[in-house]
């Protein structure tokens, strides 16, 4: 049934006051705190596990948000016209004509792109709500943004971010390797929704399965979020395994409004860490909100090494071997010393599979075309 942008904010608003109440009593969330070891504080470490999340408050100030938020604009108004098209809405040359993976994911306004669908390995089994836009919208949005390492270089500096890696590498081991990168971009009254799903796709039925087996991903919140344009998760659904998302809509007579769920509340500058077994999702943004979430995450090693490449990814039959998964590491030790030289405030993570190879992966114009240069083909999905 067809409902409007105006009746599905209404229908929402219980379900947003029952989510914002079950935030409220778990409370995970908190500035990000290291021990005198440079690891994730226990307490932190064990709350993620236990629920599955974490909400560090105040990890990005105001300088580097006003360089993200800038770049991440640019990236947005350099986007091709319309699907397809090579130039930019001002006539320009569209950003990324040149890159080996198109930057650009353009949809519908207020639609679920992949649910009900067998993209992304068909972990997107029920669709969502999709509300009618206004008669003025546009034909198309972009929905998310790849390539940041490339294309925004305050987005390069915060891959490098010395308390995230340390992070990274208190939850999957001193040899922890990325995984991806997406920018979920969510305009007032346009965002469309991503259905509920879990993003890890290789390893539900391994002897080895774990809790942490699918890595995570971090969100860098560019601006507030709210219960009406967040990402919404099942607090402890990471520890279940695979969930059967079709049979969780119909037990709730059909509704995408599944009981449990939460929504990531946060301030400009926060990051979410959420774990890649989560069920988690989002609703069309039918508020006056923008959301932009830069979002980034990590593996085990051991979870990636011999493992074939998953969720649509360029060269499904290729095997992560020793080389690919370096090549594509190679990024982060690039990202730390770009942050260094920006800053200059003498703070770098060491990054164990780079030590004693500092020198060559310094940020350069060489290192730039060698290592940044269509870097995401080489990502690591499972």
């Not at 938020?69 to 930019?88: H, L, W, Y």
């Not at 068909?122 to 198309?140: I, N, V």
């Amino acid at each position: 049934m067809d409902i409007s942008a105006t009746e599905h904010s209404k229908s929402m608003t219980t379900y947003l006051k029952e989510g914002i109440t079950i935030a409220s009593r778990i409370n995970n969330k908190g500035p990000l705190l290291l021990d005198d070891n440079g690891k994730l504080h226990p307490k932190i470490l064990k709350a993620y596990e236990k629920y599955g999340f974490y909400i560090f408050e105040d990890v990005i100030d105001d300088r580097e948000l006003k360089e993200l938020r800038a770049d991440a604009q640019n990236m947005i108004e350099r986007a091709p016209v319309e699907p397809g098209a090579t130039v930019d809405k001002k006539g320009r040359p569209a950003l990324g004509r040149d890159f080996a993976r198109e930057p650009y994911t353009f949809i519908k306004p207020l639609s679920d792109p992949w649910g009900g669908t067998e993209l992304l390995n068909g972990r997107h089994p029920s669709k969502m709500s999709e509300p009618t836009p206004e008669e003025d919208a546009p034909d198309h949005v972009v929905h998310l943004m790849y390539g940041m390492c490339e294309a925004m270089p305050a987005a390069l500096r915060v891959y490098g971010h010395p308390k995230l890696l340390a992070v990274a590498e208190s939850i999957n081991g001193e040899n922890f390797v990325p995984y991806n990168d997406a920018i979920f971009v969510k305009q007032p009254g346009l965002g469309g929704s991503v259905s509920w799903h879990q993003d890890g796709v290789t390893h539900w039925d391994s002897p080895n399965w774990d809790e942490g087996i699918h890595g995570f991903n971090f969100q860098v919140q560019l601006y507030e979020t709210t219960p009406a344009n967040s990402l919404w998760i099942m607090p402890g659904s990471h520890k279940h395994g695979r969930a059967d998302i079709k049979k969780l809509i119909a037990e709730n007579n059909g509704s995408d409004q599944l009981p449990g769920a939460m929504p990531l509340v946060c301030t400009p500058g926060s990051v979410t860490l959420v774990n890649r077994q989560m069920l988690h999702g989002s609703f069309a943004n039918t508020s006056p909100d923008i959301r932009i979430s830069i979002t980034f995450g990590f593996h085990r090693r051991g979870s990636v090494l011999g493992q074939k490449a998953a969720l649509g990814m360029r060269g499904s039959n290729a095997v992560y071997d020793e080389k690919r998964i370096f090549e594509r590491s190679a990024v982060i030790q690039v990202a730390i010393d770009a942050r260094c030289k920006h800053f200059k405030d003498g703070t770098a993570f060491e990054y164990k599979p780079f030590q004693g190879l500092e020198d060559e992966y310094r940020f350069t114009e060489d290192t730039f075309n060698r290592v940044i240069k269509d870097y995401n083909t080489r990502d690591l999905a499972i």
